[in-house]
């Protein structure tokens, strides 16, 4: 008010124009002529700002922020601050914005502010196209209340973060890879490459924390191999920052959305995620590729089920049987030949537990996870 005084009865003394005065003041020339009408019409008590003492209509009702407290409270308690936005704007008609929730949380000390970052880390660039890089790798964590850690599988893609398979199975190994290999290759084609960590389902590492060792493939090294996916090993937790990232989100995030739809079994969970969960994740999180296109390979003729599975090879018994896995495999009857005896066989594993024997390249039986065959089963 001072400032202004001054300047307008320099302005009066014609010491300098409208114009002039309102650029020292740092307002408009419309600005500086309203003000000066209000000071000659009502004295200094016309500069007052007239938001004074009024509520502002942005503010949120007493009752509505009694509301929020009360939600946290109780159905929400422990959800970030966004992820509790969120449901407030999705399932409650919350009209206001993240920075009051989160500012109305750290008030009331239902949430505490997040720790200062460190020092920054530039991260790896993203791959530009989808289907250049894919991210596979399991997080073992309490998932479901009441029940043991279960381990989440998660094969997701580097150029956009989109997540495209996850399940909870009881332990990660080779029969979950190649089950979530199998969903996307499937639905999306193959990949240019794969990168995981060197489980000892992934590679075989003669030393502990030392290098992978190429010339002795796993089952899922010769399958990614025979379908030419490039397979890469990860040899840090950084290395594999971005699955890690995700993982972090998704043991804050699922384990919530889990509890809150009251979901306590694994075949229920699975379905949960497939149908809700995964859809607004990657509409939440995932991002558009720096490049339009896409890098997956289609493919057609091509049963991924007989390559995304256990295969190994066994001689065939006097009695004209297959061990395996402590299975007895009875080879049936053959217009082939009259019976197999010493011949070598493949035994093919498949990820749901049922099995198969071939003999080159054609497939002599089928059987149960039992071993029983299953021609014989369906007939009975």
């Not at 997701?156 to 190994?173: H, K, N, P, R, W």
């Not at 991924?304 to 599975?309: D, F, Y």
């Not at 297959?322 to 035994?347: C, D, G, M, T, Y």
């Amino acid at each position: 008010m001072i400032k202004f005084l001054s300047l307008l009865s320099r302005y009066e003394a014609a010491e300098f124009s409208q114009l002039e005065a309102a650029e020292l003041l740092g307002v408009g020339e419309r600005t500086f002529r309203r003000w000066r009408q209000r000071y000659e019409e009502e004295g200094e008590a016309g500069l007052l700002d007239r938001r004074l003492g009024k509520a502002s209509v942005k503010r949120v009702p007493v009752d509505r922020s009694e509301e929020v407290e009360a939600l946290y409270r109780g159905r929400y308690a422990g959800f970030t601050a966004k992820h509790f936005h969120e449901h407030l704007v999705r399932m409650h008609g919350f009209k206001w914005g993240y920075t009051w929730t989160k500012t109305f949380l750290h008030g009331r000390g239902l949430l505490e502010k997040a720790p200062k970052r460190g020092a920054h880390r530039r991260k790896r660039e993203r791959r530009p196209l989808p289907g250049m890089m894919l991210h596979q790798d399991g997080s073992r964590h309490m998932w479901l209340e009441g029940r043991p850690a279960l381990d989440l599988i998660v094969t997701l893609d580097d150029a956009t973060s989109q997540i495209y398979s996850a399940f909870l199975v009881e332990e990660e190994g080779t029969a979950s890879t190649f089950r979530a290999l199998a969903e996307v290759f499937g639905e999306h084609g193959l990949p240019l490459s794969l990168y995981t960590d060197r489980g000892a389902h992934y590679f075989h590492t003669p030393e502990a924390g030392g290098k992978v060792d190429r010339s002795k493939p796993t089952q899922v090294g010769r399958a990614l191999a025979h379908l030419g996916v490039e397979h890469i090993a990860a040899y840090s937790p950084q290395a594999r920052g971005r699955s890690e990232r995700v993982f972090q989100t998704l043991q804050d995030r699922l384990v919530k959305e889990l509890a809150l739809a009251g979901i306590d079994t694994v075949a229920a969970a699975n379905r949960f995620l497939r149908e809700v969960y995964i859809p607004s994740h990657n509409a939440r999180f995932a991002v558009a590729p720096t490049q339009e296109g896409s890098a997956f390979v289609a493919i057609s003729g091509v049963d991924l089920c007989e390559i995304l599975c256990v295969q190994e090879e066994r001689q065939v018994g006097n009695d004209n049987c297959v061990s395996f896995n402590r299975l007895k495999l009875q080879i049936p009857e053959s217009p082939l030949r009259a019976h197999f005896v010493k011949a070598r066989v493949k035994v093919r594993c498949y990820p749901d537990g049922t099995h198969a024997v071939f003999h080159g390249p054609r497939c002599l039986a089928r059987y149960d996870e039992k071993g029983a065959l299953q021609e014989e089963r369906k007939a009975a």
